[in-house]
């Protein structure tokens, strides 16, 4: 079992910058996938970042890439997402997301993961 706790969302301006972490229990993390996905009100939830186990291999969305950065801390147990240039369109709330599956070729679907967050609100104001 795997409970993860994100933080660092909040209110920022159009081209500010967030990093949001998320904390993972458990002894499962270094062993396992890490993703942030967001949900925008009225919108499905979509994948935003995925961070291979060994941090070896990283995936973005086409509307993140070059502005987000996923990283991994394994003696914290913890995986960040550092978000700069942001735009109004980038507010939602973000999970962060975990499998121990191998599932890397498929870290953009929200059915590869097994445990999820509660979520961080994120809110860009132009």
């Known amino acids: 079992q795997v409970q993860l706790v994100e933080s660092g969302g909040g209110l920022v301006q159009a081209e500010g910058s967030l990093r949001l972490s998320c904390v993972a229990s458990?002894?499962?993390?270094?062993?396992?996938?890490m993703a942030w996905f967001r949900q925008a009100p009225g919108k499905e939830r979509e994948f935003a970042a995925a961070?291979?186990?060994?941090?070896?291999?990283?995936s973005y969305a086409d509307s993140v890439k070059g502005r987000f950065t996923i990283s991994r801390d394994s003696a914290k147990n913890t995986v960040y997402l550092q978000m700069n240039s942001l735009k109004p369109e980038d507010t939602a709330i973000y999970y962060c997301?975990?499998?121990?599956?191998?599932?890397?070729?498929?870290?953009?679907?929200?059915?590869?993961?097994?445990?999820w967050g509660q979520g961080t609100q994120v809110t860009v104001s132009s």
């Open positions: 961070i291979s186990r060994n941090s070896a291999r990283t």
């Open positions: 458990g002894r499962t993390f270094s062993s396992s996938t």
């Open positions: 997301a975990a499998t121990a599956a191998a599932t890397w070729g498929a870290e953009s679907r929200r059915a590869a993961y097994d445990y």
